[in-house]
């Protein structure tokens, strides 16, 4: 009786067995098929194009937008060259930006300046961000970036132009008016645009690559 039981006990521990092996591997089978190698390159170039036409679209809509207000600030400077006389300098007095910084003493040729200054920071900025190409990685010195090395000096030149303008202007007319936004704006466009315009550049790049290094952790996957 003891052998019988003995042999029951055995042979119900094996079916248990072989119902948890079947359990697990139906689990494994469920829980998704490990993708072959041609599988694994279709997702990282999809993650790839993806990212390339993310930071392309993005490149493109700021680069836009900082040509837009570059080509603001050029058409100021040729109003203002072209009535650079006395009979008709009112009328380059009264354009946005430059009514805020008039009082009796202010120069029209300074005010050109700072004109040309930010439009050409501006320019300078959405040029680098579309049309030129990142360098290397590691790599120091580009195009790229001397192109937006540029764009920072010129934005800080007229940045501080235009605070010294519209500081003599609100002094003349009895206060310091900074907070007012539409001087504020012009401030920060001219400090702010081309760092801006670097740090979003430099964020898509860094997506863009990331999405490269999937293929270089997969190819040495493979290898090990």
Known sequence: MFAAL???GAS???STRRRFAETDDAS????GAILDSDEQENVVASLERQARNAARVWRFAFGVA????SLFFARLARIASTHDRAE??????????HIHAYHENA???TIKTLDVA???SLLAAAAAMTLLKHGRHGETLSAKRLTYASAFMLGAFAARGWWRAFRKAAQAEGGIVFSDPRV???LAVASLGAPACFAIDRSLERTVREASSLRRHMYRHKRA
């Open 88 to 97: 008709t300098r009112d009328v380059a007095w009264s354009q946005p930006v």
């Open 118 to 120: 930010t439009a050409s």
């Open 66 to 69: 900082a040509s837009l207000f």
């Open 184 to 186: 504020a704006w012009v």
């Open 28 to 31: 494994a089978s469920s829980s």
């Open 107 to 109: 120069s029209l040729q």
């Open 6 to 8: 003995r042999g029951r």
């Open 12 to 14: 119900a521990e094996g």
